[in-house]
């Protein structure tokens, strides 16, 4: 496909982080809407995977909009605690946002040693061209590290701050947008859905 058959979709997230990142990656073009413009009502994301959970937010927000959707689902998932917080990631500690999320996986991780900290952050793309579209299209990005003791950086949001990225030798939350914007494993799924759109 050498061109989008549309030039907006809704994203089926109100977290402006993801917002961001999104449209960083997808450049010029096509314009990615928030959701809340046409819904203030979240998907139920009672789905037992990342894949389930992507398509049922993709097909909630093309119904809302009438337009293509893209659904971001995504989270950590750390090896020693048998792939928790995984697909409740975002609420992991029950309320209380990122802060409250990070303190309760170092609790979690209270007395694990770094070897044993082995964690990835895991994101699947789902995107539909309508709410009853038969075929979403799928990408999977995995982003491996490991967890640190204590925080570390000020820049992205949820886990970032806790998580150690080998190849850059920083947390997630030290390493420049743009930077991120080419690692992550949003990055990794978004290249992929970029190479199915025919934009590679």
Not at 10 to 29: I, T, W, Y
Not at 119 to 135: K, N, S
Not at 166 to 184: F, G, H, I, W, Y
Request: aromatic share 4%.
């Amino acid at each position: 496909m050498s061109e989008l058959p549309f030039r907006q979709l809704v994203l089926a997230s109100n977290n402006a982080g993801k917002l961001k990142e999104l449209q960083a990656m997808l450049g010029a073009h096509v314009d990615v809407l928030p959701q809340r413009q046409f819904t203030e009502v979240e998907a139920v994301e009672d789905g037992l995977s990342f894949i389930e959970n992507a398509i049922i937010k993709a097909r909630h927000a093309a119904r809302a909009s009438g337009l293509p959707a893209l659904a971001d689902d995504s989270g950590l998932a750390v090896d020693v605690l048998g792939g928790a917080p995984g697909i409740h990631s975002a609420r992991y500690a029950g309320g209380g946002g990122d802060a409250a999320n990070n303190a309760k996986l170092l609790d979690s991780l209270r007395g694990v040693p770094d070897a044993e900290r082995g964690a990835r952050f895991i994101c699947v793309l789902a995107l539909v061209r309508h709410a009853d579209d038969p075929l979403p299209i799928i990408c999977e990005g995995q982003w491996p590290g490991r967890i640190l003791h204590a925080p570390q950086g000020d820049q992205g949001f949820g886990y970032d701050p806790l998580f150690w990225v080998p190849e850059t030798a920083c947390s997630s939350a030290e390493l420049p947008a743009d930077q991120k914007n080419r690692l992550s494993h949003r990055a990794r799924a978004m290249a992929e859905l970029r190479q199915r759109l025919g934009l590679a």
